[in-house]
């Protein structure tokens, strides 16, 4: 289930890195599904302004989503120095991954 190991390996990244939910400055989900990404978001306790999504402008631009996500907060001043950003992706099958950049 999408949903299911989405959240995991967002955990198992922050975990393997003596991180927590609340070390996350920015997290910027595969533009994949609106709903997804609400439901992370609410699962891990993060404000708006700490997920950005841009699907209601592009859609779902597949393996190019989060590049173009992360490209576009950049741009908006939304990733600063220092910032702990969490890329996390899932696709067809049984795929999924995540990624912690201290920016």
Avoid: C
């Avoid at 927590?20 to 989900?29: A, E, K, R, T």
């Avoid at 910032?83 to 991954?97: E, I, K, N, Q, R």
């Amino acid at each position: 289930n999408a949903i299911v190991r989405f959240s995991e390996v967002i955990m198992e990244g922050l975990e393997a890195n003596k991180l927590s939910p609340s070390d996350i400055d920015l997290f910027i989900p595969h533009q994949a599904n609106l709903r997804i990404s609400q439901f992370v978001q609410k699962k891990f306790g993060l404000r708006d302004d700490q997920v950005y999504n841009n699907i209601m402008k592009f859609g779902n631009t597949t393996a190019a989503s989060i590049i173009i996500a992360l490209t576009e907060a950049w741009e908006k001043g939304k990733v600063k120095e220092d910032d702990t950003v969490v890329l996390a992706a899932f696709g067809s099958g049984f795929t999924w991954g995540s990624v912690i950049i201290k920016w």
